[in-house]
RNA sequence: GCCGGAGUGGCGGAAUUGGCAGACGCGCUGGAUUCAAAAUCCAGUGCCCGCAAGGGCGUGUGGGUUCGAGUCCCACCUCCGGUACCA
């Protein structure tokens, strides 16, 4: 009768455990205490529940907590959910439904099933990021955001207030100034393009957009801009690149975020474009090289300065403020044309259709600051306005893109490199003679008095040179762009922020804040959630007592736009440790007593953008003193994809899903657990297989049955179970589990653990007796794992209390390897014989050992002894000749 | 193109710093138990030759270093993920 059922015996102990709340974390780790943060990325709870990659990485951080609880350690282990989304809202358009109610469902059935997994979450700190009290600390964030300026020369964010007004901007009036001080905002408004639907009427995210036209219905859509909030993310680009070397994350991530941020060095140059050129230069060489360029200048950044006497043209990009005044009239109506097409174009189409270059003349020339020469300048779309300068000096020997578009428009190649010496001579002709490009480095040539320089000497020179002249300086750019952070939306945080309107309802152009005590600003309620057909966010359907509060006698229109999703899973790991908090975000003493997170375990698609986000709020909150670390997340770790069994990935479409609930129906959580875990190494990508889960099933059955006598009609303990002192090879099976399976855990090595185990219980199904003091220690060290069967089995052992703070089993080296080993002898490399010698011999008991070996003995006898390599307890090698 | 990761039995995977390749599991084969089956237990299982003893081959490919290479070096191939005119 007591078999093994997981279908009874979980369920019992997941409600032990919630009534006993025997996960509870401490508010703060004991005096002396060691701390244990792990954190799961919370999910979005979708509609279709959990999917069989959720429970991985959960499951690696479960069982990294529950044995940190059995070293001793304070553990913090909270989950939540990340519950903005727009199937929410797209639910409430058609249905008429408000948001809330369905993802309150599925919150509803995402954590019945996570509670169904046995997870060791302390419940009592769920928070979801919908939650109004959640919210309002957001908005507080985006308060924090708002109120701070980016100091460069301190490369730190100050509040607003210290900010001091030059006098050149105070000298314009109270206006001016207030807008300049606006502008220096990590949160600041500017207009960027959105994707409006007319026929939907409603603004799109990019996603929903395919070629053009919208993913539901096919209608067209149209670019165009709109108010938006941006967050000043590249303020901190340094940083966020300089800080990764902090971190304990796999090289391939940070490589990731470091080609996300994209700093890459060179120079900015001035290239003349009014009358004068020796005179523009002689009064440069005494102001120096200023800050902003003058409307005398176009202004390029390249990373090749070497290559400036290469520079055969110019391009700037269609958006280029200079584009109208540069273009002749005789080219006025192409480039309108040409400009007027690429503002049509998605930034996608215009990198889809990048294989052919277009562009065209302004009729505008203007002149290299080393040379004097007269440059061409093109207007062109492969330069993009948002890098840079928006503008390039284009050198087509030595730059692909430059070769390509010169080729086409027939504009000269001057080489102005020699190759290397690994290019071959012919190939180095055609490079000289402009018919290959070539971009290595190499030795100037035609240029000037800089001819013989190598690439790296030239760079450093040249921008000495052009900085000292006043005509260039060294620069640094990023490919790090500002994050657009509002979205047209109805389900997200609403902005704490006011516009002030004049006396016939207009926006006068200055904004203001929600005072914090007036936080949470909640969403207002709508009638129905349909598009008003505007391209004005949803909000503006709030009624009038929402849309317009007065303040002071003064009316404000209510910001309407929304925060997109990543808000709300910027800074949830902080809200965790103290969710509860009426007065502030987190409390500081908990959040220095907790902080970092010591391991964060998701899906690497947030490699890139999540985490990037995080850190930048956590540094701005680090400069406003909120938080007491630079970087949020010590060590992380990304879960691999698991696929369906067909070698696929998991999606309806393929028909390959496996649900999580139907595997626990068959073979319980415990064995969902182990299975995940015993797949194969948590980082990797790998096949679902259901017979795999047979199998760990399997051993949770020969676990139990090590334990339970299956044949008594009550739970009773299997007959065999001794108080007896476990034999020399039983207690050496023993400590060598536990060595093992301590180790595996620390190393994130969970499938090797498993394996471990079962070898563990292999040995002791073959012996007459088990002794207690091998079993129970098995039982604590397989709890972390599958906690359900080993509770039910600690119980059966007759103990009454949950083993979750049991302490964990220690070893005993001495006992934790077998008394002798047996090592291979080889003969010139080749296996011959083994040997058996005591553990810990040294290198001539080993030697003597397999010299002894007759068939050692009479492969190397009468021959002569080359080299022997003996390596105590790995291996003898006879390396003979004759 | 660039960046990152990976190629090991029929399958998932293991192998510390260069030291017995294939732990553990699945599958397969045989056996015990059973009237029979399920369940359970035991044994075997990289490939090739051989009745066997034994021998040969073997970690994507080709070279190299070494007494010894899955592991280190060089050149390449394939697959997966990310990214893409970033000057």
New binding site residues.
Partial sequence: MP?YNPAVIEPKWQAFWDQNKTFAAPTKPAEGQAKFYALDMFPYPSGNGLHVGHPEGYTATDIMCRAARMQGKAVMHPMGFDSFGLPAEEHAIKTGEHPRVQTEQNIDTFRRQLKMLGFSYDWDREIATTDVEYFRWTQWIFLQLYDTWFDEREQRGRSIGELEVPEHVAEMGDDFARTWVDEQRLAFQSEAPVNWCPALGTVLANEEVIDGKSERGGHPVVRMPLRQWMLRITAYAERLEKDLELLDW????K??Q???I?K?T?AEVDFFIGDDFEAWKTSRAKSGYPKKAGADVLR?????PDTLYGATYMVI?PEHPYVERLTTSENAEEVGKYCEAAAMKS?LD??E??????GVFTGSYAVNPVNGEQVPIWVA???????????????PAH????F?FAEKFDIPIQAVIQPGKHIADEDAKKILAGKVVYTEPGVAINSGEYDGLKTDGFKKKIAADLSAGGLGREAV???L?DWLFSRQRFWGEPFPILHELDEDGNKTGHVIAVDESDLPVDLPHLEDFKPHGRPEPPLDKAPEEWLYPVIDGVKYKRETNTMPQWAGSCWYYLRFLDPKNGEAAVDPEIEKAWMPVDLYVGG??H??LHLLYARFWHKVLYDRGVVSMPEPFQKLVNQG?ILGEN?E?MSKSRGNVINPDDVVKEYGADSLRLYEM????L?????W?M??V???Y??L??AW?LVVDERADKLALAGNITDAEPTDAQARTLHKTIKAVTEDIAGL?F??A???M??FV?FF??QKEVPRACVEPFVLLLSPFAPHIAEELWHVLGHRDTLAYEAWPAFEASLAQDES????V?V?????A?VSVPAGADKDATESAARSDAKVAELIGGKDL??L?V?PG??V?F?VKG
């Fill in positions: 078999r796999s090289e391939g991530i490589a990731l470091r080609n996300w994209g890459s060179g390029i950044y390249t990373t090749r990009a930034d215009r990198t259709l990048a294989k052919d270059k277009t779309d492969y330069v993009l306005i948002s890098y840079g300068t928006g503008a390039i000096m284009a050198v730059d692909e893109r430059d390509e750019n990023y490919k762009r690497a698609e490699a890139v994809m070698n990935k015993f797949m194969g190494p980082e990797a990508t790998k096949p297989n017979q795999g047979s199998g760990v399997n051993f059955g020969r049955r090595s499938n090797t498993i394996a471990r079962m070898e292999n199904t073959k080993v047996e090592i291979p080889q010139n490399g080749k296996v011959k083994k080359v080299k390599i390596v790995k291996l090698n390396v």
